[in-house]
């Protein structure tokens, strides 16, 4: 018999059992379930709608299910279709029909909306402690190798020298604004919807306020039919999600173009590769190409938790519970990247010599030699005309601009001196970017220091928040 059965005629067709289901993917949920249920009870009793005596022994029926869900001995049949309703089901079994109470004045719809905001809200945390952890390795990598200079590119043609730390800076930065996205969603997602009933409130004198201490939310949802039916907070999550993913691909390719044979700039730990069936030879960066691969799906899941949501009216439609496996397999998609990329980061060997090596090849310094005939007062617009000339003849003659000699330079513009070599030094060249937020040493290193700051005030973010 379902919890539901009462004006049915006729048992459920054994296919749309299976096919309504949600157990095989909601038991994720068991706990958030179990410990909404806790809060839901003691509120009841604390309002007197349910006896302190039922009130103790839900509460005790509840905490022997737990027990048994750690222990691995319960088994969620199909035919409850849902966490909510075996959780319910389990319960009644264990202590008779006074678990039927448990229920009172709640709706699926108000529940599994409560499940997912718990579960999330917890998820949420654990994605900026991942991120956080990501940003330390990429900043103390940085740190390490604070005079490792490569050439930074535009169109991936070789453009102008920079830190090699500016560049994992630049990441850094990226996962720092993901944070501040996480944390601002918190608060949407830390909002409680329980006692919207299945859409228009309850008749019972529940007390939304003491569910809502019970389980740490700052905040109710206003409208019951917006709680029951508000995924909002979910599509946020997706994006967010998305968007890491995307920092994460881009971050990957860049892993796996450094550690190729043509860059040559970084190696994979071994730890972290893998090896062919066939070539002997092959080391293959197998996880950033799978970081990379997997931002699809999460991409994908964003785009049709959206594409569900898009024509539904209010409020709960079961076209909603198309709204788990899409988190739940984002959850674990970016926490596995999250917790490889980050010790990848950390194990990866730099070859400095390299970088270096490329970075004094590709004219990289011939902005700095339009700069310098500025300074001896050239229109910029001449100077690089001049500069490009020069570039024509180095490229003619197989040579660098440092190379030339002096008389070389000269035939292109008079003005040009024998300060000139030192100025083209790469070094010099990426010391000289020292605007804000350029690359220079000076400018990095203070980048370094503001990181730290940073790390500091997502650390106090963690301390305030419940989940
Ligand atoms: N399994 C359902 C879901 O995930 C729970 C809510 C069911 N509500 C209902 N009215 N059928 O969405």
């Known amino acids: 018999m379902k919890l539901w059965g009462g004006r049915f005629t006729k048992p459920t067709n054994q296919l749309v059992e299976e096919y309504t289901a ?8 068991v706990e958030e379930d179990i410990r909404g249920s806790l809060a839901h009870v003691k509120m009841l009793g604390h309002c007197g709608v349910l006896k302190k005596e039922e009130t103790e022994q839900i509460v005790a029926g509840l905490k022997k299910i737990r027990e048994k869900v750690a222990l691995g001995k319960v088994d969620f049949s199909v035919a409850y279709e849902d966490i909510h ?32 905001h718990l579960y999330l809200r917890a998820r949420t945390v654990d994605m900026v402690q991942g991120l956080l952890a990501l940003r330390k390795a990429l900043t103390e990598k940085a740190e390490r190798y604070i005079d490792a200079i490569l050439p930074g590119y535009t169109h991936l ?22 944070t501040e996205r996480l944390m601002d969603s918190y608060k949407r997602v830390n909002t409680m919807p329980l006692g919207a009933g299945a859409i228009a409130g309850t008749t019972f004198p529940i007390d939304r306020d003491y569910v809502a201490r019970e389980l740490g939310f700052s905040r109710l949802y206003e409208n ?28 990957s390719e860049e892993l796996i ?22 070539m002997p030879q092959k ?5 950033p190409e799978l970081i990379r691969g997997k931002t699809g799906r999460v991409l994908g ?10 024509a539904l009216p209010l409020t709960y439609n079961k076209d909603m519970q198309e709204d788990k496996e899409g988190i739940f397999d984002t959850v674990a998609t970016l926490s596995g990247a999250l917790s490889l990329m980050a010790p990848m980061i950390a194990g990866m060997t730099v070859k400095e010599k390299k970088m270096r090596q490329h970075a004094e090849q590709g004219f990289t310094n011939a902005t700095d030699l339009a700069d310098y005939l500025v300074t001896k007062g050239v229109p910029f617009r001449q100077a690089h005309e001049i500069v490009g000339k020069l570039v024509l003849h180095c490229i003619q003659q197989q040579k660098s601009l ?10 292109y513009h008079s003005s040009i001196e024998g300060d000139i070599y030192e100025k083209l030094q790469v070094e010099n060249v990426a010391d000289a970017r020292s605007s804000h937020a350029g690359t220079a040493k000076i400018r990095v290193m203070a980048s370094l220091e503001k990181k730290k700051e940073e790390f500091d005030e997502t650390l106090r973010w963690l301390e305030t928040v419940t989940y």
């Not at 949600?22 to 949920?29: K, Y």
């Not at 917006?226 to 967010?240: K, M, N, P, Q, T």
């Not at 173009?257 to 066939?278: H, I, N, P, Q």
């Not at 440092?402 to 035939?411: A, T």
């Open 402 to 411: 440092l190379e030339l000699d002096l008389k070389e330079f000269q035939n």
């Open 301 to 310: 899941h964003w785009v049709g938790l959206m594409t569900t949501l898009k």
């Open 224 to 251: 019951s039919m917006d709680a029951v039916s508000d995924r909002d907070y979910l599509v946020e999550f997706l994006h967010i999600a998305s968007l890491i993913m995307v920092h994460l691909s881009r971050l």
């Open 157 to 178: 043609q070789r453009a102008q020298p920079v830190r090699f730390a500016h560049h994992l800076l630049a990441y850094a930065d990226m996962f720092g604004r993901d």
């Open 22 to 29: 949600s157990i095989s993917f909601d038991h994720i949920l």
């Open 283 to 287: 080391k293959n960066p197998d996880v």
């Open 85 to 116: 309703m075996n959780i319910e089901k389990m319960l009644i079994d264990e202590i008779g029909p006074v678990g039927g109470k448990l229920h009172t004045g709640r709706s699926r719809n108000d529940q599994v909306a409560l499940d997912m």
């Open 257 to 278: 173009l450094w550690s190729s044979e043509e860059f040559g700039y970084v190696e994979l730990d071994d730890a972290f590769c893998t090896g062919s069936s066939m």
